[in-house]
């Protein structure tokens, strides 16, 4: 399936994670851990069928269904991973389309992607970067134990791949409702990887789409953010998006 319960659920309010390019849930193993005393965390994977989505469109339309079908009217908060925050922020729309209120969404050290780059040739060199990531090394142990999992070591490529075209062509529309970017406060980890200006901003080039944009910075790089190292970190500050939402909600 592609939502996967990482703690054992209790009906309690819902913290659900989007994969990065990889697809996996798997790195999402210490942070569900640090949130699972108060919250139902789940992880959204890409799951293998007859035919891949496409788009960051395709995936959020699959995912919301998916939680849809056991969020009942439970407080919901929605963090998306690298490529992941992509798809968080057109869940979210999605929902906001229904007014359905989520008590919070988060990007994780996600950039604007590049076709939403006025400026052609910072849009080109930003994907020229995104392109000389290595995805794969980027996942580290999460995918050699994914491939190990589903003896399908040739598959984790082609969806990191699959992801990366989908993250490139995505040129979202502005979003008026509330997101919170947690930036990662180590430089990306190679050096080879140079982004234009605008994406090496504070707000990774978010402002212009997401007018109600705050920033926060987490340790860690882009991979390290959610490692077991950094899991109570991350942890700490979605308890506090989310309890400051409920908080208000009760007031």
Same mark, same amino acid.
């Given at each position: 399936?592609?939502?996967?319960?990482?703690?054992?659920?209790?009906?309690?309010?819902?913290?659900?994670?989007?994969?990065?390019?990889?697809?996996?849930?798997?790195?999402?193993? &210490? +942070?569900?851990?640090?949130?699972?005393?108060?919250?139902?965390?789940?992880?959204?994977?890409?799951?293998?069928? &007859?035919?891949?989505?496409?788009?960051?469109?395709?995936?959020?339309?699959?995912?919301?269904?998916?939680?849809?079908?056991?969020?009942?009217?439970?407080?919901?908060?929605?963090?998306?991973?690298?490529?992941?925050?992509?798809?968080?922020?057109?869940? &979210?729309?999605?929902?906001? %389309?229904?007014?359905?209120?989520?008590?919070?969404?988060?990007? @994780?050290?996600?950039?604007?992607?590049?076709?939403?780059?006025?400026?052609?040739?910072?849009?080109?060199?930003?994907?020229?970067?995104?392109?000389?990531?290595?995805?794969?090394?980027?996942?580290?142990? %999460?995918?050699?134990?994914?491939?190990?999992?589903?003896?399908?070591?040739?598959?984790?490529?082609?969806?990191?791949?699959? *992801?990366?075209?989908?993250?490139?062509?995505?040129?979202?529309?502005?979003?008026?409702? %509330? +997101?919170?970017? @947690?930036?990662?406060?180590?430089?990306?980890?190679?050096?080879?990887?140079?982004?234009? &200006?605008? @994406?090496?901003?504070?707000? *990774?080039?978010?402002?212009?789409?997401?007018?109600?944009?705050?920033?926060?910075? /987490?340790?860690?790089? *882009?991979?390290? @953010?959610?490692?077991?190292?950094?899991?109570?970190?991350?942890?700490?500050? /979605? *308890?506090?998006?989310?309890?400051?939402?409920?908080?208000?909600?009760?007031?």
């Amino acid at each position: 399936d592609a939502l996967v319960p990482l703690v054992p659920p209790g009906g309690r309010p819902m913290v659900v994670l989007v994969h990065g390019a990889g697809g996996s849930v798997l790195p999402f193993h &210490a +942070v569900a851990s640090a949130l699972g005393e108060r919250y139902d965390v789940y992880g959204l994977q890409a799951v293998d069928g &007859a035919r891949e989505a496409e788009s960051i469109e395709e995936l959020a339309d699959r995912y919301v269904t998916a939680v849809d079908a056991v969020r009942g009217s439970r407080p919901l908060f929605l963090a998306g991973w690298s490529v992941g925050g992509c798809v968080a922020l057109e869940m &979210a729309r999605r929902w906001q %389309a229904r007014d359905v209120e989520l008590a919070g969404v988060a990007l @994780l050290d996600s950039w604007l992607p590049p076709a939403a780059l006025a400026d052609e040739p910072a849009a080109r060199r930003a994907r020229e970067a995104f392109g000389a990531m290595d995805l794969l090394a980027g996942e580290g142990d %999460a995918a050699a134990r994914l491939a190990e999992l589903t003896e399908a070591a040739g598959h984790i490529p082609a969806l990191l791949e699959r *992801h990366r075209a989908a993250f490139l062509r995505y040129a979202p529309e502005p979003y008026p409702g %509330a +997101v919170r970017l @947690l930036r990662a406060a180590e430089p990306y980890p190679d050096p080879r990887v140079e982004f234009p &200006a605008i @994406l090496r901003r504070e707000d *990774h080039g978010w402002r212009e789409r997401i007018p109600d944009l705050a920033v926060s910075e /987490i340790p860690g790089n *882009h991979f390290t @953010l959610i490692s077991e190292e950094n899991s109570a970190h991350l942890a700490g500050v /979605i *308890h506090e998006i989310v309890d400051d939402v409920l908080s208000f909600d009760e007031i």
